[in-house]
């Protein structure tokens, strides 16, 4: 006998997860089908492992560099068995919160299994039919293998896989130069591995502003990680003497590769065109209100395409939700988003970066950068690779986005979120009391490097 849902959700990630939510909240019916494991890439391969794997690595750096704070420096043994038994312990206990057990408690029905539409208002798991009045897709995405020759007979990692990882690699190979590969290669290059990445682009992170790709790139330098630009991989084989990689028309050797050059979303397997939604390899198609050609199915998350970071699919997700069930119109689209990648020093971006603004305002746009060494906190912790960048209209002074390379810097990006989000002028956030000393006096500094370009000397007042 099948069932009526007022929600039914395809994918129990972080969209999924948050649409639950708030349809339980809402004293929906609701239930979720999930075809591997509840949580999704953030939970068991994203998120969670990464942030531990960096913190292990970052304890091996502060070890071997002790010196620098009048500490006498230990080289770290480094039990990669170990470390990722930690990484493993973490992904448990965050696990524990969101079992299908837990989910059920909770009023949510849960159907483990592969999801199939038989038509648009019915879903198949297995010999169980699901009909709900609103179906929401979630369902992802997966790691993109690039087209090099010889690949498919080489063993490589991706970032699902490097987590069963327990042996240290000798020379880890990156193919890939945005956020995932250059928080792995950092990680790996403190934990103790010769790290080489092939970055296809000129510089790193490419999707952020050049002066927060210059300084990661310096940074990286400094550690000994051996970046190669644009250096795509054109050819791979494996042999006795290790994994060979031809990019950018040099071959580098190494023990074990990684690829970590995007992803693309889950689309297939769906039966999609049973329920007349539309769909590429570039994910499925939605309005901006998140609506998929057929109205009462939504998408949100990794598998529409565009940005694809935890925090805006589960924004995404609890729109879409209240848009089905509550009939509203409500955008689940942005022109931007905020983000950070969590090298040391961290990548945190909102709004529009320099280039993206001269694309969007022309020559009406200017910007100014405060270095993290004049920030007295930055000194004290030995932190000051980095920088708070504004990015404003030279017009009326608008802000347009910020861009902050530094320790912490993800909790330093909400003061500007707030201020692009409800208008706030940078005069106030110069004119805000700062605590002294903190790294937030960066971004009173930095408003106040604007409004002294902006309005005149007056602004210019030496003080801690």
């Known amino acids: 006998m099948s069932e009526m849902y007022d929600l039914l959700v395809i994918g129990g990630g972080s969209a999924g997860l948050s649409a639950l939510g708030y349809g339980v909240r809402a004293r929906k019916r609701v239930a979720v089908v999930e075809k591997h494991r509840v949580g999704g890439d953030c939970t068991w391969s994203g998120c969670v492992p990464s942030k531990t794997l960096l913190k292990a690595a970052k304890v091996a750096h502060h070890m071997r560099t002790a010196a620098l704070y009048g500490v006498t420096p230990v080289e770290p043994q480094v039990d990669l068995k170990a470390v990722m038994a930690h990484v493993h312990h973490i992904i448990a206990e965050t696990y524990e919160e969101e079992t299908p057990d837990v989910l059920r408690s909770s009023g949510i029905d849960v159907f483990l299994g592969e999801a199939r539409f038989l038509d648009p208002h019915t879903i198949a798991v297995g010999d169980t039919r699901l009909q709900a009045h609103n179906i929401l897709l979630s369902t ?45 290669a950092q990680a790996f290059r403190r934990l103790g591995s010769e790290v080489t990445m092939l970055a296809s682009r000129d510089r790193l992170l490419p999707r952020d502003d050049p002066a927060a790709s210059g300084v990661i790139g310096k940074v990286f330098a400094a550690e000994g990680i051996d ?27 190494g023990d074990t590769l990684l690829l970590v050059t995007g992803r693309r979303p889950n689309v297939q ?33 990794d598998c529409i395409g565009g940005f694809q970071f935890t925090h805006y699919a589960g ?90 390379v530094s320790e912490r810097a993800g909790d330093l990006i909400p003061e500007w979120i707030y201020a ?13 009391i700062h605590v002294y000393p903190s790294f937030s006096r960066a971004n009173v500094k930095a408003a106040r490097a604007v409004l002294k370009a902006t309005i005149g000397p007056r602004y210019d007042v030496p003080e801690k």
């Open 140 to 184: 992802g995405a997966h790691p993109f293998v690039p087209p090099v020759e010889g690949l498919d007979s080489v063993d490589y990692l991706t970032y699902e896989t490097v987590w069963h990882l327990d042996v240290l690699p000798r020379h880890l190979l990156v193919i890939g130069g945005g956020p995932i590969g250059s928080e792995l």
């Open 227 to 253: 970046v190669r630009y644009k250096a795509r991989a054109k050819r791979a084989w494996q042999d006795k003497a290790g994994i060979h990689v031809v990019a950018g028309g040099q071959e580098v050797v």
């Open 420 to 432: 692009l989000e409800y208008g706030l002028k940078v005069e106030d956030i110069a004119g805000a």
């Open 269 to 301: 397997g769906l039966d999609l065109e049973k329920a007349g939604v539309a769909y590429s390899a570039r994910g499925i198609q939605v309005d901006d209100t998140l609506r998929t050609t057929v109205p009462h199915i939504y998408a949100a998350g």
């Open 315 to 404: 924004w995404q997700a609890r729109t879409a939700a209240r848009n089905g069930l509550f009939g509203d119109s409500a955008k689940g689209l942005r022109e931007w988003v905020v983000w950070t990648t969590f090298t040391d020093p961290e990548v945190a971006a909102a709004g529009f970066t320099e280039p993206q603004a001269r694309e969007k305002f022309g020559d009406d746009v200017a910007s100014v950068e405060w270095p993290m060494e004049k920030v007295d906190r930055a000194r004290t912790e030995n932190d000051t690779s980095g920088l708070v960048k504004v990015v404003y209209r030279k017009s009326d002074g608008a802000l347009l986005g910020a861009t902050i």
